[in-house]
Nanobody
Framework: QVQLVESGGGLVQPGGTLKLSCTAS????????MGWYRQAPGKQRELVAR???????NYADSVKGRFTGSRDNAKNTVYLQMNSLKPEDTAVYYC???????????WGQGTQVTVSS
């Protein structure tokens, strides 16, 4: 069974740093583009960062320059380094694994990130 497990969320002050991890099992990790999405209360889920199998990344404009996505294929793990956190970053962050053309798409259960003083 496919499983994506996020970790690393928590409470941090504005300007602080968190690093999220997502470890996948039950799939051939190297075949998948990995993504980080987030959803705040009352808002739609949005793409935060995407990391290809070759560690090519793209980011939402709101996090560009502050967040960095990466992956370690040997560990079946994708990361999201979050620096200079803002209250607007508060959301549940979800890990996603996707094959080309959407032939496979899997989600983790999410990890809460709260940025508050």
């Amino acid at each position: 069974q496919v499983q994506l497990v996020e970790s690393g969320g928590g409470l941090v002050q504005p300007g602080g740093t968190l690093k999220l991890s997502c470890t996948a099992s039950g799939l051939i990790f190297n075949f998948y583009t990995m993504g980080w999405y987030r959803q705040a209360p009352g808002k739609q889920r949005e793409l935060v960062a995407r990391v290809t199998t070759d560690n090519i990344t793209n980011y939402a404009d709101s996090v560009k320059g502050r967040f960095t996505g990466s992956r370690d294929n040997a560990k079946n793990t994708v990361y999201l380094q979050m620096n200079s956190l803002k209250p607007e970053d508060t959301a549940v962050y979800y890990c996603n694994a996707e094959l080309p053309l959407g032939r496979r798409n899997y989600w983790g259960q999410g990890t809460q990130v709260t940025v508050s003083s």
